[in-house]
């Protein structure tokens, strides 16, 4: 998004929310500039940025069982998509619905990219979109039937394995060559 440093005040985060900013600060092209007990200071390589998934409004917390790790969805939430500039990414992850099959509808901002059913555990379903983003902040936005449990939650949907890989896209626009298509000439029909 442009941002050369990210500067974290450790005197008003939070232990846990100090834990998962380093684990997102944790990629390449960001390295720990400076530390001090009250401070950390991150400086961004702006040629290593890569486009990056925040889970928004609508996750549950993380569940794990060994290596394995999962988030539940009730009936709506949403992934920011950032981009510094506008890129072509692969979106993937693997999804299991609860209890029974359940429909999941995905939208990139207010336009509907697809409807899917997603078939219930043991059995998941991997998903894979290719989409466009432009520079800065996008929305995508999952939706599904969910149900109360006992826990009082309303799960519907369960996502594990969320990846983002930018597409490598190299068009130097001083290269592109407009090229006229040479139309033969037409006879006329013949009777």
């Known amino acids: 998004m442009g941002a050369r440093f990210v500067v974290l005040d450790l005197t008003q985060l939070p232990r846990d929310a100090q834990y998962r900013l380093r684990e997102q600060l944790d990629v390449p092209g960001i390295h720990r500039f400076n530390s001090s007990e009250t401070r950390e200071i991150y400086a961004v390589d702006p ?14 917390s993380a569940e ?5 790790r999962w988030r539940w969805i009730g009936d709506q939430a949403e992934m920011l998509l950032l981009s510094r500039e506008r890129t072509a990414v692969i979106l993937s992850w693997r999804v299991t619905a609860y209890k029974s099959p359940r429909s999941l509808r995905v ?17 998941d379903r991997i998903m894979i979109l290719q989409v466009i983003l432009r520079p800065g902040r996008t ?28 597409l490598p896209v190299s ?21």
Do not use: C
Not at 64 to 68: A, D, H, K, M, P
Not at 171 to 191: F, K, W, Y
């Open 107 to 123: 939208w990139l901002d207010n336009q509907r990219l697809t409807e899917i059913i997603v078939p219930a555990a043991p059995y």
């Open 47 to 60: 040629q290593a940025v890569q486009p990056v998934v925040v889970l928004g409004a609508g996750w549950h």
């Open 171 to 191: 068009i130097d626009a001083s290269q592109v060559v407009e090229e006229t298509l040479d139309i033969p000439p037409t006879l006329s029909s013949i009777n």
């Open 139 to 166: 929305i995508m936005r999952l939706e599904s039937e969910a149900e109360r449990v006992s826990d009082g939650r309303r799960l519907s949907l369960s996502f594990s394995e969320l990846y983002i890989k930018a």
């Open 64 to 68: 794990r069982e060994g290596e394995r």
